[in-house]
């Protein structure tokens, strides 16, 4: 398809296990963008991406969260040692160009941690 | 410190009543903002920015730099006007408000 594919669309795991989050933004766009959204909150801005650098990683949460683009393309975010409150929907977005230009949005995967 | 509000979770109107969602926002500099909408069962997707001017599904929104607010208005709702509406701003990093649920009664 033409849009922001993610993957898993759920995943349910135990407290303390690691989780790979994936998402593949939409042919040539070079900008890529993750969010956790929890329950009742608005979209808290995780990591973006321009090709496979990250300018800036001050959004994640914590040293358990980490993300990687390789090829310019797929992402992945990874959370190491799940906690409980990690329990949200992850939306992975991707933008033609620059920071400015409209994100499009995949439909995110929700994680739940037991 | 939280750099757009918007200050209601829930917001119901009559179908043909005009309608405004709320946005305020704090940033220093020149932000851009976008309002961004999600259908039920759709994807999250951008509706419109300010940089357009633009009226998009007869939605309009101002953005009022004396007041910091970019309120999103149309003059007359419709039923498939009903849907989550996030605020959002773009500066260094990139900020969403918690979203306002709009539903339009029939």
């Known amino acids: 398809g033409a849009g922001v594919s993610q993957s898993p669309s759920n995943k349910v795991t135990e407290k303390g296990k690691d989780v790979e989050l994936r998402c593949d933004p939409i042919s040539g766009h070079t900008a890529l963008y993750w969010y956790r959204q929890s329950l009742g909150q608005g979209l808290e801005f995780l990591i973006y991406f321009q090709g496979n650098s990250a300018p800036d990683k001050s959004g994640l949460p914590s040293d358990r969260f980490s993300a990687e683009r390789t090829g310019g393309s797929v992402s992945t975010l990874t959370i190491q040692r799940t906690q409980q409150e990690d329990s949200a929907v992850y939306l992975c977005?991707?933008?033609?160009?620059?920071?400015?230009?409209?994100?499009?949005f995949g439909d995110g995967t929700r994680l739940s941690i037991l | 410190a939280q750099r757009v509000t918007q200050p209601e979770k829930l917001l119901s109107v009559f179908k043909g009543a005009p309608v405004e969602l709320k946005c305020n926002y704090s940033y220093s500099g020149s932000p851009e903002l976008f309002w961004y909408v999600q259908y039920s069962r759709q994807r999250l997707q951008l509706l419109l920015r300010h940089i357009s001017r633009e009226s998009i599904k007869g939605f309009t929104a101002d953005l009022n730099k004396g007041e910091t607010s970019f309120h999103l208005k149309k003059p007359f709702a419709q039923e498939e006007d009903s849907a989550m509406y996030y605020c959002?701003?773009?500066?260094?990093?990139?900020?969403f408000g918690t979203g306002t649920s709009l539903t339009v009664i029939p």
């Open positions: 977005a991707s933008s033609l160009d620059r920071v400015s230009q409209p994100q499009h």
């Open positions: 959002a701003l773009t500066g260094n990093q990139f900020y």
